[in-house]
């Protein structure tokens, strides 16, 4: 088995995302009868907390017959200042595969450079390419092939934004982006995108006809600090029924959650009917359940 690792959505690149996605939905239609995963491990490295990553990844491991394994900062050697790489080196011989979601996605490329076992990017301060693979299997299940399509980001130019970038390069989607000053996205990454990716000067312009808006939390986990600020700088940037009113009248809205109501999303959006934020966050047991199986060649 070549050793493969999913870092970002570029690992996979247009194919693998479209097969890891079908089989995703085949999964969730048909859940596999046989259990491919027994005897083997998924070790889970947590620095951040999470909800649906671990439940999901846990729980999907269960169904396919394996077994996973939760590790706080506390429950490992790193915490007390064990090279990131040694312990990359003796958990690889011990799991079968690695998920690790943590703030520095040096820290994770490092740990894959020493692992000898597939590592998955459970979320990082660049990218969270496992929640991308759930919100394009959500697409895809409601309305059919996202290439072509046009995407609003709404909000913070931060990791699933990024996200959103590689995926609209590689499937072919244009991404429009509204930010707030000094809020915008990596830089870097913007410009491997090309012409599939637009700054917009307000958040209408950037959901104007769109066929799917996107927002996150205006504080991601390590912002809280400047919380009340980035309210008030993010006042003019919340996803609600007359924003919405500028998008295609069956426009899709998605949030990775946890979402704060009245902040970066209104009640009636979130819980309204062009919302699929439950898909969405379903979709995460099933699209990882399609990677393991990916990467571990065990279909």
């Not at 080196?89 to 994770?108: C, E, K, P, T």
């Not at 902040?263 to 047991?285: F, M, Q, T």
Request: charged share 25%; proline share 4%.
């Amino acid at each position: 088995m070549t050793l493969r690792h999913f870092l970002s959505l570029d690992d996979l690149g247009a194919d693998g995302i479209r097969r890891v996605i079908d089989n995703a939905i085949a999964l969730k239609q048909k859940p596999l009868k046989k259990q491919p995963f027994v005897g083997r491990t998924l070790g889970m490295l947590f620095e951040k907390a999470s909800t649906r990553t671990r439940v999901s990844f846990e729980a999907g491991m269960t169904q396919l017959g394996g077994h996973a394994i939760f590790l706080s900062p506390g429950d490992t050697q790193i915490g007390r200042g064990e090279p990131v790489e040694d312990t990359a080196r003796v958990l690889s011989r011990m799991v079968d595969v690695v998920m690790i979601r943590n703030h520095s996605h040096d820290v994770l490329e490092r740990f894959a450079a020493y692992s000898s076992v597939p590592v998955i990017n459970g979320l990082t301060d660049r990218l969270h390419p496992c929640q991308l693979l759930a919100d394009l299997q959500t697409y895809q299940e409601h309305r059919g092939d996202i290439a072509g399509k046009t995407v609003a980001w709404i909000g913070d130019g931060n990791n699933m934004c990024h996200s959103y970038l590689l995926a609209a390069r590689l499937l072919g989607f244009e991404l429009r982006i509204a930010t707030p000053e000094g809020y915008g996205p990596n830089a870097q990454i913007l410009k491997t995108c090309g012409e599939r990716a637009v700054i917009c000067e307000d958040a209408p312009q950037a959901a104007d006809g769109a066929d799917l808006v996107v927002t996150d939390v205006w504080a991601s986990m390590g912002d809280e600090a400047d919380r009340e600020v980035r309210l008030a700088d993010f006042a003019n940037f919340q996803v609600n029924k007359a924003l919405m009113s500028w998008a295609k009248d069956d426009a899709l809205f998605m949030h990775c959650l946890p979402a704060h109501r009245g902040e970066e999303v209104s009640a009636e959006v979130i819980d309204g009917p062009n919302s699929v934020v439950w898909d969405e966050a379903e979709n995460r047991l099933h699209a990882q359940k399609a990677l393991l199986l990916d990467l571990l060649d065990a279909g």
